[in-house]
Structure formats: structure tokens, C-alpha cells
């Protein structure tokens, strides 16, 4: 059985003039989340623009939540990725999604309208209680090493 997720179309371009999110194959981990947009949005060097998505999703479950990822083909010839560098949909959200879009590129970066923008996956979320205790019942193989301790290989 495939997980359904509720879904609210709220552009009208979305599925008709825009594809709606899919995977683009088998083995793809996320959907593509497209710009929707009346006219192109140019972002400057250094500066973040919110990307309308035109969609809005209620997962329901609190043990799933979906992950905004940026496409790494933007990132990499572009500079273009995600202010927070991975965006959070959590279970009860229900309004749009929104795209920070933000470019740490070394040019100013056009972005069409319908314009695939990031990919959305959804994973599963573990909410665990904390156990304050004053000694770990067991001492790992870092023990008291700080940061960087394990180097570099």
C-alpha cells in the first residue's frame, strides 16, 4: 500500500499549466516542487525570495514529516538552494509551502515560472521523551572526544 497524502491545489496553474509534484522516476526519494509563478523572479547575489509553491499538503501522521531539499543541479552551476538549507513540513502544517529560496552563487539567477525549484521527501520522525540522567549507562568508542576528535581521512 502506498502512503497517500492529502493534498490542496491552491494555484489553478498547478496541474494545468505546471505539472503537478511527482517523482521523476522508480527510485527517486523525492518529488519535484515546482515555482509557481505568473512571471520570472530574479534573485540577487546573497538575497532570499519565498517561492510559491501554489500547493498545500496535510500529512496527519505525526510520525512522518516531509523534507524541502534544494535540487543539486541548481545548487551546483547556480548557487541557488534553500535559506535554512533544508526546509521542514511538519505533520499538522496545512498552509502553502513556500520555497526560501536563497543564492549563494556568484550571479544574479532568473527563476521561471514552473520552474522545477526543489524536491520534497517524506521520512519518517521519531518523537523520543528525554531521560535526564546524571552518567550515560555506557561509554561509546568516542568517549569524551570533543569536536573533530574522530580527524579528518
Known amino acids: 500500500?502506498?502512503?497517500?497524502?492529502?493534498?490542496?491545489?491552491?494555484?489553478?496553474k498547478l496541474g494545468t499549466d505546471f505539472p503537478l509534484p511527482?517523482?521523476?522516476?522508480?527510485?527517486?526519494?523525492?518529488?519535484?516542487?515546482r515555482a509557481c509563478?505568473?512571471?520570472p523572479v530574479t534573485v540577487a547575489?546573497?538575497?532570499?525570495?519565498?517561492?510559491?509553491?501554489?500547493?498545500?499538503?496535510?500529512i496527519a501522521d505525526p510520525g512522518i514529516m516531509a523534507v524541502l531539499a534544494p535540487r543539486?543541479?541548481?545548487?551546483?552551476?547556480h548557487g541557488i538552494g534553500l535559506k535554512n538549507f533544508v526546509g521542514i513540513v511538519d505533520s499538522d502544517y496545512q498552509n502553502e509551502i513556500?520555497?526560501?529560496?536563497?543564492?549563494?552563487?556568484?550571479?544574479?539567477?532568473?527563476?521561471q515560472p514552473g520552474e522545477r525549484i526543489c524536491q520534497m521527501l517524506f521520512v519518517p520522525v521519531l518523537q523520543p521523551s528525554l531521560e535526564i540522567v546524571s552518567e550515560f549507562n555506557a561509554e561509546s568508542s568516542?568517549?569524551?572526544?570533543?569536536?573533530?576528535?574522530?580527524?579528518?581521512h
Open 1 to 12: 500500500m502506498k502512503l497517500k497524502i492529502q493534498t490542496k491545489i491552491l494555484n489553478p
Open 22 to 33: 511527482a517523482f521523476a522516476t522508480d527510485g527517486s526519494a523525492g518529488m519535484d516542487l
Open 37 to 39: 509563478l505568473d512571471a
Open 45 to 58: 547575489v546573497g538575497e532570499t525570495v519565498m517561492i510559491p509553491t501554489g500547493l498545500a499538503i496535510y
Open 72 to 77: 543539486s543541479g541548481l545548487s551546483l552551476k
Open 98 to 111: 513556500g520555497i526560501a529560496v536563497w543564492n549563494h552563487g556568484a550571479a544574479s539567477y532568473t527563476i
Open 142 to 152: 568516542r568517549g569524551l572526544g570533543g569536536w573533530g576528535h574522530s580527524g579528518q
